[in-house]
Protein backbone atom coordinates (compact mmCIF):
# COMPACT_ATOMS: atom_id res chain seq x y z
CA UNK A 1 0.00 0.00 0.00
CA UNK A 2 1.29 3.46 -0.56
CA UNK A 3 2.53 5.57 2.01
CA UNK A 4 -0.09 8.76 1.06
CA UNK A 5 -3.00 6.14 0.49
CA UNK A 6 -3.02 5.05 4.01
CA UNK A 7 -2.04 8.53 5.46
CA UNK A 8 -5.48 9.65 4.01
CA UNK A 9 -7.31 6.57 5.33
CA UNK A 10 -5.97 6.81 8.94
CA UNK A 11 -6.74 11.23 8.84
CA UNK A 12 -10.85 9.73 7.83
CA UNK A 13 -10.53 7.00 10.53
CA UNK A 14 -9.70 9.44 13.10
CA UNK A 15 -12.41 11.67 11.60
CA UNK A 16 -15.04 9.46 12.50
CA UNK A 17 -13.59 8.17 15.93
CA UNK A 18 -11.46 5.50 14.99
CA UNK A 19 -7.90 5.59 15.83
CA UNK A 20 -5.62 3.53 13.96
CA UNK A 21 -2.26 2.90 15.23
CA UNK A 22 -0.30 1.84 12.59
CA UNK A 23 -0.49 1.31 8.95
CA UNK A 24 -0.86 -2.60 9.38
CA UNK A 25 -3.27 -2.19 11.29
CA UNK A 26 -5.79 0.14 8.50
CA UNK A 27 -4.19 -2.94 5.74
CA UNK A 28 -5.33 -5.96 7.58
CA UNK A 29 -8.69 -4.98 8.93
CA UNK A 30 -9.77 -5.53 5.08
CA UNK A 31 -8.82 -9.21 5.52
CA UNK A 32 -10.83 -9.69 8.59
CA UNK A 33 -13.40 -12.25 7.43
CA UNK A 34 -14.53 -13.06 11.61
CA UNK A 35 -15.05 -10.05 14.52
CA UNK A 36 -15.36 -11.59 17.94
CA UNK A 37 -16.93 -9.26 20.17
CA UNK A 38 -16.67 -9.52 24.26
CA UNK A 39 -19.98 -9.14 25.66
CA UNK A 40 -19.68 -6.85 28.91
CA UNK A 41 -18.99 -3.34 27.78
CA UNK A 42 -18.59 -4.36 24.17
CA UNK A 43 -22.74 -5.66 22.90
CA UNK A 44 -23.73 -3.95 25.56
CA UNK A 45 -23.04 -0.69 27.80
CA UNK A 46 -21.22 -2.52 30.84
CA UNK A 47 -23.90 -0.85 32.88
CA UNK A 48 -25.08 -3.73 35.07
CA UNK A 49 -28.11 -2.43 36.94
CA UNK A 50 -29.12 -4.32 40.43
CA UNK A 51 -33.12 -5.53 38.99
CA UNK A 52 -34.57 -8.62 41.64
CA UNK A 53 -33.61 -9.48 45.20
CA UNK A 54 -34.07 -12.70 46.11
CA UNK A 55 -32.96 -13.88 49.38
CA UNK A 56 -33.44 -18.06 49.48
CA UNK A 57 -35.20 -20.20 52.49
CA UNK A 58 -32.43 -22.19 54.28
CA UNK A 59 -32.58 -25.65 55.18
CA UNK A 60 -34.39 -24.38 59.17
CA UNK A 61 -37.17 -22.25 57.25
CA UNK A 62 -34.92 -19.45 58.06
CA UNK A 63 -34.42 -16.38 55.03
CA UNK A 64 -32.71 -13.25 55.33
CA UNK A 65 -34.29 -10.69 54.62
CA UNK A 66 -33.65 -8.30 51.39
CA UNK A 67 -31.64 -5.84 53.70
CA UNK A 68 -29.17 -8.48 55.11
CA UNK A 69 -28.96 -10.21 52.04
CA UNK A 70 -27.94 -7.15 50.83
CA UNK A 71 -25.37 -5.79 53.43
CA UNK A 72 -24.02 -9.80 52.71
CA UNK A 73 -23.56 -9.07 48.77
CA UNK A 74 -22.07 -5.65 49.75
CA UNK A 75 -19.74 -6.89 52.46
CA UNK A 76 -18.33 -9.50 49.62
CA UNK A 77 -18.65 -6.70 46.68
CA UNK A 78 -17.03 -4.10 48.21
CA UNK A 79 -13.60 -5.05 47.35
CA UNK A 80 -14.05 -6.41 43.90
CA UNK A 81 -13.40 -4.51 40.61
CA UNK A 82 -15.92 -6.79 38.30
CA UNK A 83 -18.50 -4.27 37.00
CA UNK A 84 -20.99 -7.10 38.28
CA UNK A 85 -19.60 -5.71 41.99
CA UNK A 86 -20.42 -1.84 41.23
CA UNK A 87 -23.48 -2.36 40.57
CA UNK A 88 -24.37 -4.89 43.78
CA UNK A 89 -22.63 -1.02 45.79
CA UNK A 90 -24.56 1.69 43.81
CA UNK A 91 -27.56 0.06 44.83
CA UNK A 92 -26.61 -0.77 48.10
CA UNK A 93 -25.08 3.01 48.56
CA UNK A 94 -28.74 4.19 47.51
CA UNK A 95 -30.30 1.79 50.21
CA UNK A 96 -27.94 3.94 53.01
CA UNK A 97 -25.79 0.99 53.58
CA UNK A 98 -22.22 0.68 54.41
CA UNK A 99 -20.46 -2.38 53.71
CA UNK A 100 -19.09 -4.77 56.73
CA UNK A 101 -15.65 -5.36 56.18
CA UNK A 102 -14.82 -9.23 55.66
CA UNK A 103 -11.32 -11.20 55.70
CA UNK A 104 -9.04 -13.61 53.25
CA UNK A 105 -10.90 -11.73 50.43
CA UNK A 106 -9.91 -13.54 47.07
CA UNK A 107 -11.66 -13.23 43.75
CA UNK A 108 -11.83 -16.25 41.92
CA UNK A 109 -11.62 -15.15 37.81
CA UNK A 110 -14.17 -15.96 35.63
CA UNK A 111 -16.64 -17.75 39.17
CA UNK A 112 -16.94 -14.75 41.79
CA UNK A 113 -15.54 -13.48 45.16
CA UNK A 114 -15.09 -15.74 48.41
CA UNK A 115 -14.03 -14.18 52.44
CA UNK A 116 -14.39 -14.59 55.73
CA UNK A 117 -16.42 -12.47 58.40
CA UNK A 118 -15.62 -13.96 61.42
CA UNK A 119 -15.77 -17.85 61.63
CA UNK A 120 -18.53 -18.18 58.63
CA UNK A 121 -17.33 -18.60 55.12
CA UNK A 122 -18.92 -15.81 52.17
CA UNK A 123 -18.88 -15.96 48.82
CA UNK A 124 -20.65 -14.52 45.87
CA UNK A 125 -20.39 -15.66 42.30
CA UNK A 126 -22.28 -18.01 39.60
CA UNK A 127 -23.64 -21.34 39.43
CA UNK A 128 -20.28 -23.03 38.80
CA UNK A 129 -18.36 -21.02 41.93
CA UNK A 130 -21.64 -22.54 44.03
CA UNK A 131 -21.36 -26.33 42.58
CA UNK A 132 -17.43 -25.79 43.15
CA UNK A 133 -18.39 -25.02 46.98
CA UNK A 134 -21.24 -27.55 47.30
CA UNK A 135 -23.80 -25.32 47.47
CA UNK A 136 -27.47 -25.92 45.60
CA UNK A 137 -29.18 -23.56 43.53
CA UNK A 138 -32.47 -22.91 41.98
CA UNK A 139 -32.13 -24.43 38.85
CA UNK A 140 -35.79 -22.88 37.36
CA UNK A 141 -35.01 -19.81 38.67
CA UNK A 142 -31.28 -19.59 36.79
CA UNK A 143 -33.33 -20.21 34.02
CA UNK A 144 -36.09 -18.06 34.21
CA UNK A 145 -33.43 -14.78 34.87
CA UNK A 146 -31.43 -16.37 32.09
CA UNK A 147 -33.64 -16.18 29.62
CA UNK A 148 -34.58 -12.76 30.73
CA UNK A 149 -30.97 -11.80 29.77
CA UNK A 150 -30.70 -11.12 33.38
CA UNK A 151 -27.21 -12.30 35.47
CA UNK A 152 -28.04 -13.84 38.26
CA UNK A 153 -25.50 -13.61 40.95
CA UNK A 154 -25.57 -16.16 44.15
CA UNK A 155 -24.73 -15.76 47.52
CA UNK A 156 -23.67 -17.79 50.01
CA UNK A 157 -22.81 -17.40 54.00
CA UNK A 158 -21.80 -21.15 56.16
CA UNK A 159 -22.66 -23.13 53.09
CA UNK A 160 -25.84 -22.45 52.64
CA UNK A 161 -27.29 -20.54 49.85
CA UNK A 162 -28.60 -16.86 51.25
CA UNK A 163 -29.87 -15.30 47.99
CA UNK A 164 -29.69 -14.54 44.69
CA UNK A 165 -29.31 -11.08 43.07
CA UNK A 166 -30.04 -10.48 39.42
CA UNK A 167 -28.29 -8.05 37.54
CA UNK A 168 -29.06 -7.04 34.08
CA UNK A 169 -27.12 -4.89 31.28
CA UNK A 170 -28.57 -3.40 28.42
CA UNK A 171 -27.32 -3.86 25.42
CA UNK A 172 -26.06 -1.08 23.45
CA UNK A 173 -28.80 0.70 21.14
CA UNK A 174 -26.33 0.55 18.17
CA UNK A 175 -25.71 -3.04 18.29
CA UNK A 176 -28.54 -5.03 16.48
CA UNK A 177 -27.76 -2.47 13.71
CA UNK A 178 -23.93 -3.47 13.82
CA UNK A 179 -24.29 -6.49 13.67
CA UNK A 180 -26.48 -6.64 10.55
CA UNK A 181 -23.80 -4.02 9.38
CA UNK A 182 -21.11 -6.40 9.93
CA UNK A 183 -23.50 -9.36 7.88
CA UNK A 184 -23.66 -7.02 4.92
CA UNK A 185 -20.20 -6.97 4.79
CA UNK A 186 -19.92 -10.85 4.64
CA UNK A 187 -18.30 -10.67 7.95
CA UNK A 188 -19.14 -13.42 10.97
CA UNK A 189 -19.26 -11.86 14.19
CA UNK A 190 -18.99 -13.92 17.10
CA UNK A 191 -20.21 -13.09 20.61
CA UNK A 192 -17.22 -14.41 23.53
CA UNK A 193 -18.13 -14.13 26.94
CA UNK A 194 -17.71 -14.95 30.65
CA UNK A 195 -21.02 -14.91 31.58
CA UNK A 196 -23.83 -18.18 31.50
CA UNK A 197 -24.61 -19.74 28.35
CA UNK A 198 -28.35 -19.04 28.70
CA UNK A 199 -27.50 -14.85 29.09
CA UNK A 200 -25.50 -14.54 26.60
CA UNK A 201 -27.92 -16.27 24.02
CA UNK A 202 -30.45 -14.19 25.42
CA UNK A 203 -28.02 -11.48 24.42
CA UNK A 204 -26.98 -12.69 21.39
CA UNK A 205 -30.94 -12.89 20.34
CA UNK A 206 -31.51 -9.52 21.39
CA UNK A 207 -28.34 -7.81 18.89
CA UNK A 208 -29.09 -10.93 16.12
CA UNK A 209 -26.26 -12.53 16.97
CA UNK A 210 -26.11 -16.79 16.04
CA UNK A 211 -22.61 -17.82 16.76
CA UNK A 212 -21.95 -17.29 21.33
CA UNK A 213 -19.23 -18.73 22.70
CA UNK A 214 -20.02 -18.77 26.77
CA UNK A 215 -18.90 -19.88 29.65
CA UNK A 216 -15.47 -18.82 29.26
CA UNK A 217 -12.77 -18.15 31.92
CA UNK A 218 -10.83 -14.83 31.19
CA UNK A 219 -7.49 -16.76 30.48
CA UNK A 220 -9.01 -18.91 27.77
CA UNK A 221 -10.78 -15.91 26.22
CA UNK A 222 -6.96 -15.89 23.40
CA UNK A 223 -7.21 -19.52 23.25
CA UNK A 224 -10.72 -18.66 21.77
CA UNK A 225 -8.97 -16.56 19.14
CA UNK A 226 -6.38 -18.85 18.15
CA UNK A 227 -8.60 -21.36 17.26
CA UNK A 228 -10.60 -19.15 15.16
CA UNK A 229 -7.46 -17.99 13.32
CA UNK A 230 -6.24 -21.55 13.17
CA UNK A 231 -9.20 -22.93 11.59
CA UNK A 232 -8.09 -20.28 8.93
CA UNK A 233 -10.40 -17.03 9.69
CA UNK A 234 -8.29 -13.33 10.17
CA UNK A 235 -10.01 -12.25 13.20
CA UNK A 236 -10.91 -9.15 14.22
CA UNK A 237 -11.27 -8.52 18.71
CA UNK A 238 -13.62 -6.22 19.97
CA UNK A 239 -13.06 -5.70 23.54
CA UNK A 240 -13.04 -3.13 26.94
CA UNK A 241 -11.73 -4.95 29.50
CA UNK A 242 -8.74 -5.98 31.45
CA UNK A 243 -9.74 -9.43 30.52
CA UNK A 244 -9.38 -8.79 26.99
CA UNK A 245 -6.05 -7.06 26.51
CA UNK A 246 -4.26 -11.13 25.68
CA UNK A 247 -7.03 -11.86 23.31
CA UNK A 248 -6.69 -8.50 21.68
CA UNK A 249 -3.26 -8.85 20.93
CA UNK A 250 -3.64 -12.33 19.67
CA UNK A 251 -5.89 -11.13 17.10
CA UNK A 252 -4.84 -9.97 13.89
CA UNK A 253 -6.09 -6.91 14.36
CA UNK A 254 -7.66 -5.38 17.84
CA UNK A 255 -10.52 -2.74 18.61
CA UNK A 256 -10.50 -1.33 21.98
CA UNK A 257 -14.01 0.26 22.74
CA UNK A 258 -12.83 4.22 24.16
CA UNK A 259 -14.53 4.04 27.35
CA UNK A 260 -12.61 0.43 28.19
CA UNK A 261 -9.75 -0.11 30.32
CA UNK A 262 -6.39 1.65 29.25
CA UNK A 263 -4.88 -1.85 29.46
CA UNK A 264 -7.41 -3.34 26.43
CA UNK A 265 -6.41 0.44 24.68
CA UNK A 266 -2.70 0.17 25.10
CA UNK A 267 -2.70 -3.35 23.50
CA UNK A 268 -5.21 -2.93 20.73
CA UNK A 269 -4.45 -1.62 17.81
CA UNK A 270 -7.13 0.48 17.11
CA UNK A 271 -9.34 2.36 19.26
CA UNK A 272 -12.96 3.45 18.87
CA UNK A 273 -13.16 6.55 20.43
CA UNK A 274 -17.36 6.77 20.16
CA UNK A 275 -17.37 3.16 21.76
CA UNK A 276 -19.82 2.46 19.28
CA UNK A 277 -19.80 -1.17 17.31
CA UNK A 278 -20.89 0.51 13.78
CA UNK A 279 -17.68 1.63 13.76
CA UNK A 280 -16.35 -1.81 13.29
CA UNK A 281 -18.17 -1.94 10.17
CA UNK A 282 -17.32 1.87 8.82
CA UNK A 283 -13.68 0.85 9.95
CA UNK A 284 -13.81 -2.66 7.80
CA UNK A 285 -15.53 -0.37 4.79
CA UNK A 286 -12.69 2.20 5.28
CA UNK A 287 -9.97 0.14 5.31
CA UNK A 288 -11.39 -2.12 1.86
CA UNK A 289 -11.86 1.31 0.16
CA UNK A 290 -8.27 2.22 0.76
CA UNK A 291 -6.78 -1.07 -0.73
CA UNK A 292 -9.16 -0.97 -3.36
CA UNK A 293 -7.79 2.47 -4.47
CA UNK A 294 -4.24 1.48 -4.34
CA UNK A 295 -5.02 -1.60 -6.35
P1 LIG B 1 -17.77 -11.11 31.68
O1 LIG B 1 -16.97 -9.85 31.92
O2 LIG B 1 -17.71 -11.56 30.23
O3 LIG B 1 -19.18 -11.02 32.17
P2 LIG B 1 -16.20 -12.54 33.76
O4 LIG B 1 -15.26 -13.62 33.37
O5 LIG B 1 -15.61 -11.31 34.30
O6 LIG B 1 -17.10 -12.32 32.47
O7 LIG B 1 -17.23 -13.12 34.84
C1 LIG B 1 -17.95 -14.30 34.57
C2 LIG B 1 -19.00 -14.54 35.59
O8 LIG B 1 -18.42 -14.76 36.90
C3 LIG B 1 -19.95 -13.38 35.78
O9 LIG B 1 -20.98 -13.37 34.81
C4 LIG B 1 -20.48 -13.68 37.20
O10 LIG B 1 -21.50 -14.63 37.14
C5 LIG B 1 -19.28 -14.26 37.91
N1 LIG B 1 -18.55 -13.21 38.68
C6 LIG B 1 -17.37 -12.65 38.37
N2 LIG B 1 -17.01 -11.72 39.29
C7 LIG B 1 -18.01 -11.67 40.20
C8 LIG B 1 -18.26 -10.90 41.40
N3 LIG B 1 -17.41 -9.98 41.85
N4 LIG B 1 -19.41 -11.14 42.05
C9 LIG B 1 -20.29 -12.05 41.62
N5 LIG B 1 -20.12 -12.79 40.51
C10 LIG B 1 -19.01 -12.63 39.81
MG1 LIG C 1 -16.12 -6.52 28.75
Do not use: C, W
Not at 43 to 62: F, N, W
Not at 202 to 209: D, E, K, P, S, T
Not at 218 to 238: C, F, I, N, T, Y
Not at 254 to 275: F, N, Q, R, W
Amino acid sequence: ATPVAIMVGTGKGAEMGVLFKSAEALETLHNVDTVVLDKTGTVTQGRPAVTDILPAVRADGGSMSEKQLLKLAAALEKSSEHPLAEAIMALADQRGIVARSVADFRAVPGRGVTAREGTNPIAAGNAQLMAELGIDVDRAQLESFARAGKTPLFFAKNGELAGTIAVADEVKPTSPAAIAALGRLGVKAVMLTGDNRLTADAIARAVGLSDVIADVLPADKERHVRELQDSGHVVAMVGDGINDSPALARSDVGLAIGTGADVAKEGADVVLMHSDLLDVARAIELSRAVIRNIK
